[in-house]
């Protein structure tokens, strides 16, 4: 199997085709546009739509080559049965979890401002994952359809980067996947905790994982790598 090589901080990151995995974290309406829950939290939703354009070039390519895919959203039941009233209650926000917005009921699955934004609509045959957690693992079962497809190894986008993408990242650290996270293909409300949440990441030998921008992925496997026709 063909390895790939790119330099990332903080050293180089190697992975096998086709057993790693792209992980889109949480791209969905609630968080990036405005009326959902981010913006009910008081933030600037605009901050996060840079990670979009890159997002959509790293799907293309892993799509041409038929690797895997992952998409997860924070959803919950509509009965908020999985939703403990320790997360539905915190705080001040003008929404919460399960209240009717202009969206919809926020973060519900099956509401349109649980959907993930149209531009990185995942297509048929790739992993969707509705989570009630910050992290992907907490009571989903993704560990195991991962080990099942023989995946190693995941490069992260997603938002927002401290939150529910560094949480992931780290629950999949402690279960044995090497992660690197795509700079460009983040976003946080926060910049300064996006550069923080990068640091810390990488920090102490790679510590939970690498990171890098979305240019090096592409290089890396444009100039390594066989595309397989993948049928629509
Ligand atoms: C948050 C997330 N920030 N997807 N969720 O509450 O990062």
Redesign the pocket.
Known sequence: MTTFRLAATPFEYAFPAARTALVV??M?RD?IEPGG??AS?GNDVSLLAPAIAPIAALLAAWRARAWPIVHTR?AHRPDLADCPPAKRLRGTPTLRIGDKGPMGRVLIAGEPGADIVPALAPKRGEIVVDKPG?GMFWSTGLHEILQARGVSHLVFT???T????Q?SMREANDRGYACLVVEDGTES?FPEFKAQALAMIAAQGAIVGWHAPSAAILAAIEVAGPVRAVPA
């Open positions: 974290i949480d969905q968080f829950f981010g939290l924070e910050k997603g938002v927002t401290e939150v529910c993408v949480t409300y």
